[in-house]
């Protein structure tokens, strides 16, 4: 990934209120967050699956061993 910069600064000598709407730069910044954050969040997700199954898995080789079959207590 690459890493931007974000480009809004305290001494942009086109600052003003609404800079956030109307600058371009600022925009494209954006939208590459938002894309980053959304792809972040996808690899979450998977690795959420992940550990989720991998605790299933542990869970079921704890009751039943790794044969499959019950254990005796």
Known sequence: MEARVNPCRPDCP????TCHVECEAYNAFRHWKEEEYRLRAARAALDEADAARGKKIRRDVHQRGLDGKRRRK
């Open 14 to 17: 086109e600052r003003s209120a």
